[in-house]
C-alpha cells in the first residue's frame, strides 16, 4: 500500500506524508515494524517531545526537575512545580498499587523492568500536569504504549498528546467530566443511528455509561483482543484527530456487532456481565474496523460537536 501510494516506508520529522494520505493503509493496519514510529510522529507526540526541549522528561523525574542539573532542591522549590508533597506522595501510592496490576495477561508486563518503566511514565505525567496528577486507567493505557512503542519517553510524550491535544477536556480529571459528556453524547449518537437499540436499553433501564465508561477511559485496551485492540489504536493515533469522533465509531460499531444478542436480552445485569467477555473474543477487525467507518456516515463533525455541548449542559444541570 505504501508502494502504490507513492509514500516512504518510514516516517521521521522531515518525511511525514500527510494523515490523509495514509488511510488505506491506516484502514488495513499498519504493519507491526511500522506502528512505533507512525504513533509517534502523528499522535502528536513528536511535536510535543520537541516543543519541550531536551531533558525536560528526565527533568520530571529527577529529584527537583525543573531546577537544572545541579544543586540541592528544597520541599519548596518542589512544591513549586510539583504541587505540595503530601499530594504527591498519595499519588504515587496509588501509581503503586496500579501498576502490578495493569495488562497482567502480557507476559511482559509482569517483567520488573518493564513495570518500573510505566512506574515513571506515570509519575512523569503526574508531575507535568499537576491537575490530572494520576488517574486511574492512565496505567492501562501507558502500559499499552510501552508494550508497543518500546521505550518510556515516547510512551510519555504520546499519553502527553493524547490527553492534552486529542481527548475531550477533563476527560481524566478527578470529576470524569469529560468521560461523562462521551457517555451522554455516545448515548443521543445511539438513538440517532439505532434507535431501535436505544429503546431497548431504555426500557430495561440500562445506562450505556455501565458499557462505554471502561471504553473511552482506556481506549478500549480491556475491552477488545491485542490484534482488534492494535487495529483500533491505529485509527485513533494515526487518524484520530480529535479522537472523540473515532471512540464514538468503534464504540458504536461494537454496539452493532453485538445488537442481536443485546435485542433479545431483557436483563441489564446479564448484559454488562457477558459482554465484556464476548468483546475479548471479537476478532473479526476488519468488519469492525470497515463498519465503524460507516456507522456515522451522512453526520458532520459539527452535528456531533453540538451533541458533545448538549451532553454537558445536561451533565452540569444535572449536577446542579
Known sequence: L??????????SERCCPPAR????????????????????????GAARRDAAGQGYYEG?????????????????EMEAVWGDMETQQDTLRVIDKDVPRTLTSNRRMLCPSM???????????????PSVGYCQSLNVVAGMLLLVLGGEEPAFWILVALLEERALPRTYAPDLMGTRQHNHTLTLLLKKVSPSLAAHLDEMGMDLEML??????????????PPT???????????????????????????AAAEPWIMQTHDPTE????????LLHYYDRDQLIKHSQVVLKGLKSSYIENLQENALDFIRRKNT
Not at 488495513?28 to 499522535?43: E, H, K, T, V
Not at 462505554?212 to 483482543?225: D, G, Q, R, V
Request: a positive charge; one cysteine or more; glycine letters at 8%.
Open 271 to 278: 448484559i454488562t456481565a457477558k459482554l465484556p467477555n464476548v
Open 229 to 255: 485492540l492494535l487495529r483500533v489504536w491505529d485509527l485513533i493515533l494515526v487518524q484520530g484527530k480529535p479522537i472523540s469522533k473515532t471512540l464514538y465509531k468503534v464504540a458504536l460499531a461494537l454496539l
Open 115 to 129: 513495570q518500573s518503566m510505566l512506574r515513571r511514565v506515570l509519575l512523569a505525567y503526574s508531575r507535568h500536569n
Open 60 to 76: 520530571l523525574l529527577a529529584d527537583g526537575g525543573g531546577f537544572g542539573a545541579q544543586g540541592e532542591r528544597s520541599e519548596a
Open 21 to 44: 494520505a495514509l488511510k488505506p493503509l491506516i484502514l488495513a493496519g499498519l504493519p507491526a515494524s511500522l506502528r512505533p514510529s507512525f504513533w509517534f510522529m502523528y499522535s502528536g
Open 212 to 225: 462505554s465508561t471502561p471504553w473511552f477511559l482506556c481506549m478500549f485496551t480491556n475491552a477488545l483482543p
Open 2 to 11: 505504501l508502494t502504490q501510494q507513492g509514500l516512504p516506508q518510514t516516517v
